[in-house]
């Protein structure tokens, strides 16, 4: 059985090293982003494959992408210490041009090979009703 391709942005983080573990646990073939050696370490440790690279920087690892059955958003984008309403629009606007980056760079893929893209920022829960 062929073992199904995954990366995952946010595998280093609280949340991603457990999809980690899972997905690799499931037979899944993890690629994870990390920005640094540690980030590596931890990934190798978890049986992933590291992939250097910031996930708002997409052409220096979309081809990780090619042939994924899926590319996971974990990322969470730094909060400032006060969370009003300019904050938290700042912080959207920022969380929509990285994902926009992510889907220009996805589209450079022959359509065959992209991923299905799971994005799981949290952002939109600061968003007031």
């Given at each position: 059985?062929?073992?199904?391709?995954?990366?995952?942005?946010?595998?280093?983080?609280?949340?991603?090293?457990?999809?980690?573990?899972?997905?690799?646990?499931?037979?899944w073939?993890?690629?994870a982003?990390?920005?640094?050696?540690?980030?590596?370490?931890?990934?190798?440790?978890?049986?992933?494959?590291?992939?250097?690279?910031?996930?708002?920087?997409?052409?220096?690892?979309?081809?990780?992408?090619?042939?994924?059955?899926?590319?996971?958003?974990?990322?969470?984008?730094a909060?400032?210490?006060?969370?009003?309403?300019?904050?938290?629009?700042?912080?959207?606007?920022?969380?929509?041009?990285?994902?926009?980056?992510?889907?220009?760079?996805?589209?450079?893929?022959?359509?065959?090979?992209?991923?299905?893209?799971?994005?799981?920022?949290?952002?939109?829960?600061?968003?007031?009703?």
């Amino acid at each position: 059985m062929k073992m199904k391709k995954m990366l995952l942005l946010g595998g280093t983080g609280f949340v991603g090293r457990e999809v980690v573990r899972v997905a690799v646990d499931a037979g899944w073939q993890v690629a994870a982003l990390s920005r640094s050696e540690a980030g590596d370490v931890l990934l190798r440790g978890l049986g992933a494959t590291p992939v250097r690279g910031d996930a708002a920087e997409p052409w220096g690892w979309v081809e990780e992408a090619r042939g994924a059955a899926v590319m996971i958003d974990l990322v969470q984008p730094a909060l400032p210490a006060r969370l009003g309403r300019a904050e938290i629009q700042a912080v959207s606007r920022l969380r929509q041009e990285v994902t926009s980056g992510w889907l220009s760079a996805l589209a450079g893929l022959p359509p065959a090979e992209r991923p299905r893209l799971l994005s799981v920022s949290g952002v939109d829960d600061l968003e007031p009703d």
